[in-house]
């Protein structure tokens, strides 16, 4: 079984359009994140849940906004696609936010191409 | 903000010999992660030393961390094909709760 799954691995779309990136995770972990890798492979965080809860919003523009409907599910809205949102976005989840010895768990990721 | 910075950039060895990659960072850590991605893939996490280790194991993995230097590296023994991918380290912080990554080390491994 995978363990965080994401959906779709692969989105092409025009600029100005809306899309959504779904994510679930089955272990049971209270946190989960999306992450961004840009074509230079590197790779920042975005946003942080914690039990349906926001922890952690980096600099991200208002057009991305996270939703989380209960702790195994983190879905990503993009509103407005612009050419610089083409990337590989990455779920991930870990049992706690920031703990000791934390490991986080990734997706496959979604490549999202905006033409 | 970046914290980690792999060392080199990009690698490549031939099959049996050892890899090793660096990874440097700029503030005090709990713990340094290393993660492995293969090309179109997720990342999967290897070994995490924490701040009070220096060195530590994992197959033919061996990570050392120098916290008076904010260094830490990543050897890869015997290296195989299959350990073609890119590594990346990552700090969590003290205080925080993001684990910030560095832009990775592309390891090739020639048959």
């Known amino acids: 079984d995978t363990a965080v799954s994401q959906t779709p691995k692969y989105l092409v779309t025009q600029m100005g359009n809306d899309k959504s990136i779904k994510c679930e995770q089955n272990?049971?972990?209270?946190?989960m994140y999306w992450y961004k890798q840009d074509s230079k492979k590197f790779l920042k965080i975005m946003f942080s849940?914690?039990?349906?809860?926001?922890?952690i919003n980096e600099t991200v523009p208002n057009r991305f906004s996270p939703k989380s409907p209960d702790k195994a599910h983190l879905n990503l809205h993009i509103n407005s696609l612009e050419l610089g949102d083409s990337a590989v976005y990455f779920c991930?989840?870990?049992?706690?936010?920031?703990?000791?010895?934390?490991?986080?768990?990734f997706g496959e990721g979604s490549w999202l191409t905006v033409v | 903000s970046q914290q980690g910075e792999e060392d080199p950039q990009a690698l490549s060895i031939q099959e049996g010999e050892n890899a090793t990659m660096n990874c440097s960072y700029k503030?005090?850590?709990?713990?340094l992660q290393w993660y492995r991605q293969n090309s179109g893939r997720g990342l999967v996490h290897l070994i995490l030393?924490?701040?009070?280790?220096r060195e530590k194991h994992s197959g033919r993995l061996r990570v050392t961390l120098d916290t008076s230097k904010k260094s830490s590296s990543l050897l890869i023994t015997a290296s195989r094909a299959a350990d073609t991918a890119s590594y990346f380290c990552?700090?969590?912080?003290?205080?925080?709760?993001?684990?910030?990554f560095g832009k990775g080390t592309k390891l090739t491994v020639n048959p």
């Open positions: 991930a989840s870990s049992q706690d936010p920031g703990t000791y010895g934390n490991t986080i768990y």
């Open positions: 272990l049971g972990h209270d946190t």
């Open positions: 849940y914690n039990n349906k809860e926001l922890i």
């Open positions: 503030t005090s850590i709990n713990n």
């Open positions: 030393i924490r701040s009070n280790e």
């Open positions: 990552a700090t969590l912080s003290g205080g925080s709760e993001k684990l910030v």
